[in-house]
């Protein structure tokens, strides 16, 4: 994921373009006819502000340094702080729940769902929705752990088992309540005193291990990415749901889709690097207007509910 600093500054916020129900309608019809099959859809930190997992760029979003690839492969202690913080904020984040926007979002069949979040919800919603739409978590997932010298995966909880039996009384030491503290978009939480924290290396191999999702400064992997354009390039069109747009990564799904001259739809309440590409413009919450896209679907064309 290549940093941008600052990529929205002086940017303020655009007005809608058409009323939602009228963005709606042109969702139901499709990008060329083919109904709601037609559009992949990209979702960024918008998407699970509902679900209790704050924001980077959102209006009541705390400004913090997220972790980069070059400060956690720096130093041992920095290796620790990370896993101290991240271990103290996974019990919060594994409970979070997908809301409305998610679980509209896996009742529509969609060509596919290219997500920069790395929280699993919309993994959790298309479970609970029995959804069949492929979902790519482009930036990896939190609940996954990945040895860094040869690829050896494990399970976050297995490791937090680990984390916990290693550091019995780190918890008490720094006085702190997993359960009660307050989680930053990429999991972890403030943290000052870590150096104590004993980290895992891989049981296969010692290597560094590393939660499985891409930090700044660091880049999507190859097959991943084949994938997500895979679904871009067979889409009519883009729906990108609160996203500020401001790492590349996902910004350029949406330049691909303007240079193939595919609709552009934008549903976000901030401003984006995306919006002079954007055809529709909604500035409404996503939960909202997913909900009111999933209601409008089933409802079908006439208005009347299916007996
Ligand atoms: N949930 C997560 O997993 C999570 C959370 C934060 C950041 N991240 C990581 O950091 C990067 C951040 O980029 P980004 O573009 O996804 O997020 P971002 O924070 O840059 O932008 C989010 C945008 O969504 C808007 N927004 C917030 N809640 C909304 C709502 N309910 N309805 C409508 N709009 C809403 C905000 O105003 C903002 O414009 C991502 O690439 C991701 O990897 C992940
Ligand atoms: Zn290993």
């Given at each position: ?26 969702l ?16 960024g930190?918008?998407?699970s ?8 760029r ?14 956690f492969?720096s130093h041992?202690?920095?290796r620790a ?15 979070s729940?997908?809301?409305a ?7 529509l ?8 979040n ?9 479970a ?35 984390l ?27 943290l000052?005193?870590?150096q104590?924290?004993?980290?895992l290396d891989c ?5 560094i ?12 992997p ?34 691909a ?50 007996l």
């Open positions: 994921m290549a940093v941008i600093f600052d990529p929205l500054r002086g940017r303020t916020r655009p007005s809608a373009s058409n009323p939602d129900e009228d963005i709606i309608d042109e139901i019809a499709g990008a060329a006819g083919g109904g709601t099959e037609d559009w992949v859809v990209l979702t930190a918008g998407m502000t509902d679900s209790g997992v704050p924001d980077y959102g209006p009541d979003a705390v400004p913090r340094q997220p972790m980069t690839i070059q400060t492969m041992p202690d920095q702080r990370y896993w101290a913080r991240s271990w103290v904020g996974w019990p919060r984040m594994r409970g729940r997908p809301n926007g998610h679980l509209g979002l896996a009742q069949p969609v060509a596919g769902v290219i997500t920069q790395v929280d699993g919800l919309h993994q959790k919603a298309a609970e929705e029995g959804s069949s739409s492929p979902v790519i978590d482009l930036h990896g997932s939190l609940d996954r752990v990945i040895c860094l010298a040869r690829g050896h995966m494990f399970d976050r909880d297995w490791v937090q088992r680990r916990s039996e290693l550091n019995p009384d780190f918890a008490e030491l720094v006085g702190i309540d997993p359960i009660d503290v307050e989680t930053a978009p990429d999991g972890d939480v403030d000052e005193e870590t104590d924290f004993k980290v049981p296969e191999c010692d290597g291990l590393k939660p499985d999702v891409v930090y700044f400064g660091d880049s999507v190859a097959s991943r990415l084949q994938a997500a354009n895979r679904i871009c390039d067979e889409a009519e069109g883009i729906v990108v749901l609160g996203s500020s747009l401001a790492v590349l990564s996902g910004l350029r799904f949406v330049r889709a303007a240079k193939a001259s595919k609709p552009v739809v934008i549903v976000t309440d901030g401003p984006t690097r995306g919006d002079e590409l954007a055809d529709y413009r909604s500035i409404s919450r996503v939960t909202e207007f997913v909900d009111a896209w999933a209601f409008r679907r089933i409802q079908g064309d006439d208005g009347k509910l299916p």
